[in-house]
T-cell receptor, first 117, second 117 residues
Framework: KQEVTQIPAALSVPEGENLVLNCSFTDSAIYNLQWFRQDPGKGLTSLLLIQSSQREQTSGRLNASLDKSSGRSTLYIAASQPGDSATYLCAVLPLGAGGTSYGKLTFGQGTILTVHP | GAVVSQHPSWVICKSGTSVKIECRSLDFQATTMFWYRQFPKQSLMLMATSNEGSKATYEQGVEKDKFLINHASLTLSTLTVTSAHPEDSSFYIC?????????????FGDGTRLSIL
């Protein structure tokens, strides 16, 4: 059974710092991995999606890497801002039979990020 | 693009009431919709997967007679919590996926906060 773990559970940093959020998964047979942002009381906003054949994806100040063989992904946030404060969730899409996927995401517990001015 | 609307955003009702939550894909056809439940400070747990025009597939431990799911069209899925009790209070989030590939990204609604008194 796929398990996804995120470290740290919570992180508080001053504005302007670069930071790294970690995600690990137990089964390397994944179709893709996604990073989401969740604001309090809200749904999920997709930040970056990395296909299993890719090593990284970038969007603005965000960079996500994927090392499938070691079961790890990192989300790098450059020059953090107070508006980045949210919960960040990592989710993997397991690989099913025949190289396809059943489409069921498995989520980590999330990292609660607070960026203070 | 790829907007998912969930309604209502917040509902409070008495124990024993049935509550219906709607999930709509506004600008794409959702062949598959997913329903998640999220407890405070915890991650998302998949409850069921529904494909348009067919019965939903429930995850282990989820009572299908308690949580009725209908996916009657390519843009609408509903979750009805029947005879709700305080232990059903939670944050419910839907997601929708277009296209035929299970690896297509899921787009999430803003969630529904359900409080049963």
């Amino acid at each position: 059974k796929q398990e996804v773990t995120q470290i740290p559970a919570a992180l508080s940093v001053p504005e302007g710092e670069n930071l790294v959020l970690n995600c690990s998964f137990t089964d390397s047979a994944i179709y893709n991995l996604q990073w989401f942002r969740q604001d309090p009381g809200k749904g999920l906003t997709s930040l970056l999606l990395i296909q299993s054949s890719q090593r990284e994806q970038t969007s603005g100040r965000l960079n996500a890497s994927l090392d499938k063989s070691s079961g790890r992904s990192t989300l790098y946030i450059a020059a953090s801002q107070p508006g980045d404060s949210a919960t960040y969730l990592c989710a993997v899409l397991p690989l099913g039979a025949g190289g396809t996927s059943y489409g069921k995401l498995t989520f980590g517990q999330g990292t609660i990020l607070t960026v203070h001015p | 693009g790829a907007v998912v609307s969930q309604h209502p955003s917040w509902v409070i009702c008495k124990s024993g009431t049935s509550v219906k939550i709607e999930c709509r894909s506004l600008d794409f056809q959702a062949t598959t919709m997913f329903w998640y439940r999220q407890f405070p400070k915890q991650s998302l747990m998949l409850m069921a997967t529904s494909n348009e025009g067919s019965k939903a597939t429930y995850e282990q431990g989820v009572e299908k007679d308690k949580f009725l799911i209908n996916h009657a069209s390519l843009t609408l899925s509903t979750l009805t919590v029947t005879s709700a009790h305080p232990e059903d209070s939670s944050f419910y989030i839907c997601s929708a996926r277009g296209g035929q590939g299970a690896g297509q990204p899921q787009h999430f609604g803003d969630g529904t906060r359900l409080s049963i008194l």
